[in-house]
């Protein structure tokens, strides 16, 4: 073969081999399956990704057989799949066994090829201690199942079928800062809470009209008065956080939920036209009360008691204030920094202020009907 | 009107932080995939491809397994599937089939006092898996119960790896009186390492134009005399040798990934391509695919980087379910393709406790000097010497490692 003829093959083959190797997904892997675990209320959620491959081999798939197992197959199979997940998969408490329920969720690409997602809904009787695990072994000896239950992963093995459970499922402290923060973060409803509290704080005080003009406070007089709003807040919600959490009874999610998006039309409305006559920081401490009350679902479905309840407890409300003073850092002083214009107090507060109102009232209305009027 | 811009500009500024403000809480979920789903493929989609009921392989090794689901002790027909997943295995060079062999064999491979069909085929499993000590264990506990050519060469090759020489070439002799050209081979390949380089490929010059040979054997065969030029530096002798095995058998992964080295080694443009064109059909070997990885990396090839990031993928599946199976590999990898020579020493030196065969010798040597611990490849340094390893590349490396 003459030497260009050559090159121009192996550059052929080479574009070849990058095709078909950009192209494989489906590597070659020992047989594994993942099982992802948290705790929830009475009992555990998570999934489990089985790999097609080893759910045919064990439970035969290709009913034609044809050779393609299809998505009217697997949908098929699922029955079968529920039925030997339930004999080889345990989550108990003690010798009290959770009872568990499967349900498909998709098909989800791993490394090695597809994978059939199962959601787990374990009911248990108390909390739960142990899952046994024997899927696939009978089959193949060098399967392992990798569980996940949020402190690191753990592996089920021909050899071990059993792992504890409970003790490592409360989410570590840091975990669960994190969580506050998020939840702050992710939920608009507070964060729009905040704003609507904190557009009008930076205006002068006392300053009726905009011909008269008074000494500027500072930028850290400003940030002390609304750290004392903030912080009513704050003690507010905490103690009903607390109060929920620690399992005393609190008023049904629906109202909560409805009074604390009113909570929001009537502090935005109070901005336009001032509706509360007493100190502001009262009214931030009454409205802190009910938001609490939303925060506490998200510590009751953890399941906790005792110490480990008070640790996450304690984690949580500190997230959550995290969260909030870093929303401060960065929306006081951009307000500080906007307040000496004009059309700041005269136009961008009763106007943003209105939108908050209307947004909120949406709310109202979807969370009193149970219906979705604004997607998100 | 200055400041009535200024004031335009402040609102844009305002409404833009208060909707990133909000815009990263809404897009960061808190809780990492709890909610994931996965999707619904169509009915009619094909998400997987198996062997049809129609496949002969496929359809003897299920009547295999139901004449084991009948009895359970039917060790005929638990060695035989054994044998059948194994052959599967190297085929593919996909593991599951280990793991499905090691199922075969069912109730025999806990008894405690197995047969030696057993005992060779467990044997045969644990290599695979690089569990070499208990491999060997079971090889010498097999030839006790029966002489057997096959059970005193894989004995010999398990030795080979372990770098004891000396019982090696003693269990190659005991094949040569069964089996005179797989004893051939079997020494051969022994010399090859230890300093008699070109008595090997003398050795097997002569069994290779002799009409002893059958034709199963010459791929095998040539791959050990490309290996015993690769020692003498004869990169051209040994890929013509590499390309005729691979003739004889695609499907040979060994000779596959030796002639990717000896093209890499070589480190021109042509071969570097060569060595990538190599892949082609073989994606799902990760060994393969490393070498691709490597030559994909040195050739500048714009896809290098979805080369490296496959095998790394590849890689933290491994090491989530607690594998150590590819050490060797994953070493290769952290030195040659992420240049990461200290990350590649400590998995070199683990790879050498394991296993001892040149490549390792080399990586170990690569890897130490490239971190600039010369002192931590002196285990491999000392290795080659003493077993008197022939390689002009590792004569090279030894100067840099103290004595």
């Not at chain 1, 009903?240 to 009537?266: D, F, N, Q, R, Y």
Request: proline share 5%; hydrophobic share 50%; glycine share 8%.
């Amino acid at each position: 073969m003459s030497r260009p003829l050559q090159r121009a093959l192996a550059g052929l083959l080479a574009a070849l081999a990058i095709f078909g190797a950009t192209k494989a997904a489906e590597a070659h892997k020992p047989s594994d399956a993942y099982l992802v675990l948290a705790a929830k209320g009475d009992g555990a959620r998570g999934h489990l990704d089985v790999a097609l491959r080893d759910l045919h081999d064990t439970l035969d798939l290709d009913r034609d057989g044809a050779g393609q197992i299809t998505g009217a197959e697997v949908d098929e199979a699922f029955p079968r799949v529920e039925k030997y997940l339930a004999e080889h998969l345990a989550l108990r408490g003690g010798a009290n066994k959770c009872i568990l329920h499967f349900s498909q969720n998709g098909i989800v690409p791993h490394s090695d090829g597809p994978y059939l997602r199962v959601e787990i809904d374990a009911a248990c009787t108390g909390s739960v201690t142990d899952v046994d695990y024997s899927l696939f072994f009978r089959r193949d000896p060098q399967h392992h199942g990798l569980l996940d239950a949020g402190d690191g992963a753990k592996i089920f093995t021909n050899e071990v079928r059993t792992l504890p459970l409970a003790a490592n499922m409360a989410p570590g402290f840091l975990a669960m800062v994190r969580d506050g923060i998020f939840h702050i973060w992710t939920g608009a409803d507070h964060l729009l809470f905040l704003v609507t509290l904190l557009l009008p704080a930076v205006l002068f005080k006392g300053r009726k009209t905009a011909d008269e003009p008074h000494e500027p406070e500072t930028l850290r007089a400003t940030f002390a008065g609304i750290l004392k709003t903030v912080t009513a807040f704050t003690v507010a919600h905490s103690l009903t956080l607390a109060a929920g959490a620690l399992g005393l009874p609190t008023p049904a999610s629906m109202l909560v939920e409805s009074a604390i998006a009113a909570s929001i039309v009537l502090a935005a409305l109070d901005n336009v036209r001032p509706l509360f006559t007493g100190r502001r920081w009262v009214v931030a401490f009454g409205l802190g009360l009910l938001h609490g009350f939303g925060f506490s679902g998200v510590l009751r479905d953890l399941g906790l008691r005792g110490p480990p309840l008070l640790k996450a407890l304690l984690a949580f409300n500190g997230g959550v204030e995290i969260g909030q003073v870093a929303v401060l850092a960065v929306v006081v002083p951009l307000l500080f920094s906007l307040r000496r214009f004009r059309w700041y107090e005269r136009r961008a507060v009763p106007i943003a202020s209105l939108v908050v109102a209307m947004i909120a009232a949406v709310w109202i209305v979807e969370r009193v009907t149970g219906r979705e009027l604004i997607p998100g | 009107m200055e400041a009535a811009r200024t004031s335009w500009g402040a609102t844009g500024a305002l409404f833009a932080a208060v909707g990133l403000v909000i815009a990263s809480g809404f897009f960061r979920p808190p809780e990492v995939a709890a909610d994931a789903h996965g999707d619904v493929p169509a009915a009619s989609a094909v998400l997987l491809t198996v062997a049809p009921r129609s496949d002969p392989a496929e359809a003897t090794r299920r009547a295999l397994r139901e004449r084991l689901a009948r009895d359970p002790r039917d060790e005929e027909a638990a060695t035989e599937l054994a044998e059948r997943c194994i052959l599967q295995a190297r085929k593919t060079r996909d593991p599951r089939w280990l793991g499905q062999a090691q199922a075969a064999l069912g109730p025999f491979w806990s008894d405690a006092d197995p047969s030696a069909e057993v005992l060779l085929l467990r044997a045969t499993i644990r290599q695979s898996l690089h569990a070499f000590p208990e491999a060997l264990a079971d090889l010498d506990r097999a030839t006790r119960l029966r002489a057997d050519p096959q059970i005193e060469l894989t004995r010999a090759t398990v030795l080979a790896i372990l770098g004891r020489f000396d019982e090696a070439r003693a269990a190659c002799t005991r094949v040569s009186e069964r089996l005179p050209v797989v004893g051939a081979g079997c020494t051969a390949q022994i010399e090859a390492v230890t300093g008699s380089a070109r008595p090997a490929v003398v050795r097997l010059d002569a069994v290779l134009t002799g009409a002893g040979a059958a034709t199963e054997e010459i791929p095998w065969l040539l791959s050990l005399r490309a290996e015993a030029n690769l020692r003498l530096g004869d990169r051209g002798a040994a890929r013509s040798d590499l390309l005729r095995a691979l003739a004889g058998d695609p499907l040979d992964a060994y000779s596959r990934i030796l002639l990717q080295d000896t093209h890499i080694d070589e480190a021109n443009e042509q071969s570097l391509a060569a060595a990538i064109a190599l892949t082609v059909g073989h994606e799902n070997d990760d060994a393969v695919m490393l070498r691709g990885a490597i030559a994909a990396k040195r050739a500048h090839h714009p896809q290098a980087d979805a080369f490296a990031r496959e095998l790394r993928e590849k890689q933290k599946a491994a090491r989530e379910r607690g594998d150590t199976v590819h050490r060797r590999e994953e070493a290769l990898f952290a030195l040659h393709v992420d240049g990461d020579a200290a990350q590649a020493l400590p998995l070199a030196e683990a790879n050498f406790g394991v296993q001892k065969e040149p490549a390792d010798v080399r990586l170990l040597l690569e890897a130490a000097i490239a971190a600039h611990e010369p002192l931590r490849g002196k285990p491999a340094a000392d290795f080659a010497r003493k077993t008197k390893l022939e390689d002009p590349v590792i004569a090279a490396l030894l100067p840099q490692v103290p004595q």
